[in-house]
């Protein structure tokens, strides 16, 4: 079965650095999510992407974020001058449509600690 | 925005009984509302879910119940087993490419 994955699984970065967290959706995928969830928290919605443009973010993606997908396969979220807040479970979900009942699959994540 | 609420943050039971989660929303425009099943460590999966158009859904042990009118649904999970042991989340979704909102989640544990 077809799965999205992400890369590193663990990342450990230094307050202040840049972080760039890696995935690959499905590969008939239109549509890109990042998520992310603080230990013990709810999933909260970061950015959604679709035809090589953002197109919703919410109040946590401020200019510290951004998206890119490089290439044909590849989905990143980099984070810039990371604060200890930032600290988190991070997860990219992709789906086949952008329609509501259309199931979005979740990665593996990556638990990002910033120290 | 969309809100949605989930109860109750915990819930522990009885191997064999039954385990009701309930969520809330506050978009009426929302009409799609899945269910995912978190365990420790794991991504989240989907185990189940409802569309606006649909009342109810079943699929083995676990049901989904939608009440547009009053804006809320409901898991439930008969006959439960250890292994159902996990964080459960609900979402809801608005029509187009807007993204899940989820609620908080709610641990259970199925104590054998």
């Known amino acids: 079965e077809p799965e999205v994955t992400q890369t590193p699984s663990h990342q450990v970065t230094q307050m202040g650095q840049e972080v760039i967290l890696r995935c690959v959706p499905i590969?008939?995928?239109?549509?890109f999510y990042w998520y992310r969830q603080i230990l013990g928290q709810k999933v909260e919605f970061l950015v959604s992407?679709?035809?090589?443009?953002?197109?919703?973010k919410s109040e946590i993606f401020d200019d510290q974020f951004s998206v890119e997908r490089p290439d044909g396969s590849n989905f990143t979220l980099k984070i810039r001058s990371t604060k200890l807040e930032d600290s988190a479970m991070y997860f990219c979900?992709?789906?086949?449509?952008?329609?509501?009942?259309?199931?979005?699959?979740f990665g593996q994540g990556t638990r990002l600690t910033v120290v | 925005g969309e809100n949605v609420e989930q109860h109750p943050s915990t819930l522990s039971v009885q191997e064999g009984d039954s385990a009701v989660i309930k969520c809330t929303y506050s978009?009426?425009?929302?009409?799609?509302f899945p269910w995912y099943k978190q365990e420790l460590g794991k991504r989240p999966q989907l185990i189940i879910d409802?569309?606006?158009?649909?009342g109810e859904k079943k699929d083995q042990r676990i049901a989904v119940t939608l009440n547009k009118t009053a804006k809320h649904f409901s898991l439930h999970i008969t006959e439960t087993q250890p292994e159902d042991s996990a964080v459960y989340f609900c979402?809801?979704?608005?029509?187009?490419?807007?993204?899940?909102?989820f609620g908080k989640g709610t641990r259970l544990s199925v104590i054998a």
């Open positions: 979900a992709s789906s086949q449509t952008g329609t509501p009942n259309t199931e979005a699959f």
């Open positions: 590969s008939n995928h239109l549509y």
């Open positions: 992407f679709y035809n090589n443009e953002i197109s919703e």
């Open positions: 978009d009426s425009a929302s009409n799609y």
């Open positions: 409802i569309r606006s158009n649909v």
């Open positions: 979402a809801a979704k608005y029509s187009g490419n807007t993204p899940l909102v």
